[in-house]
């Protein structure tokens, strides 16, 4: 993994080294290690995203409380304001989650390709990592954002066309009978169309940190690094996210249960709605952005990680077989 060019690379002795594909397991278990001996690291440094997910969706439940007010006599004047409030929120939202990863992958990326090499990194070097070509990562990220929601852009073209609309404002039945099939199909090939994209694409970020790439050539050569190892990062892609979903599971049974059991004792106790009944409704609402902020964390730490060892193991057995790094 030394790229010439690269010195932060350089002269690295590495604790874990193979120059033969990784199987499956060897490659779980590595990232399993991995997490384990730097988990302090790395969900530090995946506090940024998940902490800018969590301000956001809490920004946007509470102006949705506070200034909406779902629950009074709606008011048409005010709901064209709010409505446009709200998308003014949720594009800003966008724009913060966008930057947010567009530091953390970049930064997650390098923190994992030294912690796998031996090198240990600080949350305070990882970003200053990130934040030297925050220009090009966040084109890195726009890219890859317009890569996989080309099939979307088309599926829509598709559908806007095939809709016709009568004089009378009524959908054409003829063009209604012949546009479901077709939207599902189109929705199937999208679908396949963007998981394959991710996996081609998944290396991009490891490839553009360690090999000081731009944001087209690290897409290129993720395509290549990725030959012969699609299968095993679907799957190990597959079981993080099935882990990561269990385990949202079960937070989520043992939140309900706690809920419903203060519920009860609170209509046990004939404790008024107001003020005690918003005090647990506030109460409830900061334990899941708190969960959620958690899980968050966990999850992006878990693939950027994953993408990390396994780049750097694809790298490493081309090193073997000698074609050019570049």
Not at 189 to 218: K, R
Not at 232 to 245: D, G, N, R
Not at 277 to 302: K, M, N, P, Q, R
């Amino acid at each position: 993994m030394n790229a010439p060019g690269d010195p932060s690379f350089q002269a690295t002795q590495p604790t874990f080294m193979t120059y033969a594909p990784m199987t499956f397991g060897q490659a779980l278990d590595r990232v399993f290690r991995l997490l384990k001996a730097h988990w302090k690291l790395f969900l530090a440094i995946a506090t940024v995203p998940a902490a800018t997910y969590a301000i956001f969706f809490g920004c946007f439940f509470a102006f949705v409380l506070v200034a909406v007010q779902p629950w009074s006599q709606p008011n048409p004047a005010k709901l064209i304001a709010h409505i446009g409030l709200l998308m003014t929120l949720m594009a800003i939202g966008e724009l913060a989650t966008l930057a947010a990863y567009a530091l953390y992958q970049p930064a997650a990326s390098y923190a994992a390709l030294q912690a796998d090499a031996g090198v240990s990194v600080s949350f305070r070097d990882a970003y200053a990592r990130a934040w030297s070509r925050f220009g090009r990562y966040l084109w890195l990220l726009i890219l890859k954002c317009l890569i996989l929601m080309a099939p979307i852009l088309v599926f829509a073209a598709i559908v806007g066309g095939t809709l016709l609309v009568s004089q009378h404002g009524r959908v054409d039945p003829n063009a209604a009978f012949l546009l479901f099939p077709m939207i599902m199909v189109l929705y199937a090939l999208s679908a396949a169309y963007m998981i394959v994209a991710m996996i081609w694409m998944a290396f991009s970020y490891p490839v553009s940190i360690a090999e000081d790439l731009t944001a087209a050539a690290s897409i290129s050569r993720s395509v290549k690094l990725t030959k012969g190892a699609r299968v095993k990062i679907f799957l190990l892609a597959l079981v993080i996210y099935a882990i990561c979903y269990a385990a949202s599971l079960a937070i989520e049974c043992v939140l309900g249960v706690v809920i419903g059991v203060i519920v009860l004792a609170g209509i046990a106790l004939h404790l008024a709605m107001n003020p005690w009944g918003f005090v647990g409704i506030g109460i409830g609402a900061i334990c899941f952005f708190v969960l959620f902020f958690f899980w968050t964390a966990c999850f992006s730490a878990a693939y950027s990680s994953t993408f990390a060892v396994l780049y750097r193991n694809q790298r490493l057995c081309e090193q073997r077989t000698g074609p050019t790094l570049t």
